[in-house]
């Protein structure tokens, strides 16, 4: 049986995270069978890789070094095969507004707005409310606002943490549909309904903060047009593997409306409550045979 490492933790915004992805990993991996090594991942990695020599890498890393084309840029030059997509997908998929030029480039619709520098809202730079003020290139929803209509907040009372840029997006009311894409197939879509104002770090990760319905209660083709904009996103980008694709639907009611594509996650969540792991378990994929498919199908780019 294979040497799989599972590389896990890391330094970034989403160590925790990562960390709970990639303990179910390891756990799912070794009742498949095969010998797991555990890697909580340091700058030092590729003197940890060299020395325990796996036959695959299983990326359970997310965030920046892990999701951004960085930790696959030193798998491919070890050349050691790795899970999910490859280094210039994971760049583009990680960069919002540069995934969000191609997504429009194929027809897919995006809420509409614009890169910021700080510099500009120093200035008292405005955009009309609602609105959505978000980082380039983090995850988790980590440092995601939303400033509604009735408020009295304006882009200067929200903190700055957002490095030189950020990203402002028309906010688009509705529904939240996620859609898994696994290989060459959309698998499922899933509706998830926060409890609390939007679907934030804590209603992404404490259990009972948010109800996931799977399927997406959705008209039948309204759900098939969901899967089939999910998959054009993936192959979009050149992802591979499994992939995340994160819609807003301004559903009128009657089953019309918009579907709007707010990302791409290359990296998408694995841990017990994530989302394709559930997407994948509506349609007769366990876990285990989730991630064994995905150490079967790892590799690098060239
Ligand atoms: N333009 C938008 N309109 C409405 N809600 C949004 C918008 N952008 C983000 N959100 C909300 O914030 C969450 C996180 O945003 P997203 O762009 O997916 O970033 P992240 O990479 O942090 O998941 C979304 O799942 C959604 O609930
Ligand atoms: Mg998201």
Known sequence: MKHVAVLMGG?????????????????ALKRCGYTVSAVDVTQNIAAVLEQIKPDVCFNALHGRY?????????????????????????????????????????GIRCAEGRIFTRKEIMDGASYPKPFVIKPLNEGSSVGVTILLENENRSLVDIPWTFGSEVLI??????????????GDHALGAVEIRPLGRFYDYEAKYTSGKAE?????????????????????AH?????????????????????SGDFYILETNTQPGMTALSLV????????IGFEELVRWMVEDASCDR
């Open 11 to 27: 330094w970034s915004a989403e160590r925790e995270v990562s960390l709970s992805s990639g303990e179910a990993c390891v756990e």
């Open 66 to 106: 892990g999701e951004d084309g960085l930790i696959q840029g030193v798998l491919e030059i070890m050349g050691i095969p790795y899970t999910h997509s490859g280094v210039l997908a994971s760049s583009l998929a990680m960069d919002k507004p540069v995934a969000k030029t191609l997504f429009a480039a194929v």
């Open 169 to 182: 997006e028309t906010y688009i009311p509705g529904r939240e549909i996620q859609v898994a894409v696994m």
């Open 212 to 232: 996931h319905l799977v399927p997406a209660p959705l008209p039948n083709d309204r759900y098939e047009e969901v899967l089939e904009l999910a998959l054009r």
């Open 235 to 255: 192959q979009a980008l050149g992802c591979r593997g499994v992939s995340r694709t994160d819609f807003r639907f301004n559903d009128t009611g009657d089953g």
């Open 277 to 284: 792991p559930g997407i994948a378990a509506n349609s007769g």
